[in-house]
T-cell receptor, first 111, second 112 residues
């Protein structure tokens, strides 16, 4: 299947710090999605992006659809302990009947 | 509005046993999906149903079967469980293929 590369694989940050993570592909995507998964739960949709260059915010979270359509970025400002979890990117392509998921970025916030 | 529900939440099977994982959604979505999640592997698509009456294989379909019972329900069956099928299984739904998907809480399956 299509490979989405997420980086970093894991992050350890101090509470209050800002966080940046990204997702890249060798192919063009039409939609980029960002999910968060809390321990023991299913992934929850955070932000959906539909146009190249689009910048969308959801509270302290901001995501961008890369201008090349081959990447996307997620930023979290002023991190708090409840931001802990695994963040997944996902994308859709023309001709595919499902989403492709990245392998996730595991975020740990140190109080 | 419960979203996507899955039963059971936990299950332990012996090798060779069979079981069916149930999934239902109340969002009137057309498309439904089954994923498995293993440590460090992310989400891998097992089977999906783009619309009622259709099912297709995903990335890792071997050892599984599915049934799209109606628009709301999509079940996953393990006919003869193997230890390699120990995983967390997630069901998801979306309005249409390639749209944003909404996930259930997962079923944690252990095969001994």
């Amino acid at each position: 299947g299509q490979q989405l590369n997420q980086s970093p694989q894991s992050m350890f940050i101090q509470e209050g710090e800002d966080v940046s993570m990204n997702c890249t592909s060798s192919s063009i995507f039409n939609t980029w999605l960002w999910y968060k998964q809390d321990p023991g739960e299913g992934p929850v949709l955070l932000i959906a992006l539909y146009k190249a260059g689009e910048l969308t915010s959801n509270g302290r979270l901001t995501a961008q659809f890369g201008i090349t359509r081959k990447d996307s970025f997620l930023n979290i400002s002023a991190s708090i302990p409840s931001d802990v979890g695994i963040y997944f990117c996902a994308g859709s392509q023309t001709g595919a009947n499902n989403l492709f998921f990245g392998t996730g970025t595991r975020l740990t916030v140190i109080p | 509005n419960a979203g996507v529900t899955q039963t059971p939440k936990f299950q332990v099977l012996k090798t060779g046993q069979s079981m069916t994982l149930q999934c239902a959604q109340d969002m009137n979505h057309n498309s439904m999906y089954w994923y498995r999640q293993d440590p460090g592997m992310g989400l891998r698509l097992i089977y999906y149903s783009a619309s009622e009456g259709t099912t297709d294989k995903g990335e890792v379909p071997n050892g599984y079967n599915v049934s799209r019972l109606n628009k709301r329900e999509f079940s996953l069956r393990l006919e003869s469980a193997a230890p390699s099928q120990t995983s967390v299984y997630f069901c998801a739904s979306s309005e249409a293929p390639r749209d944003e998907q909404y996930f259930g809480p997962g079923t944690r399956l252990t095969v001994t």
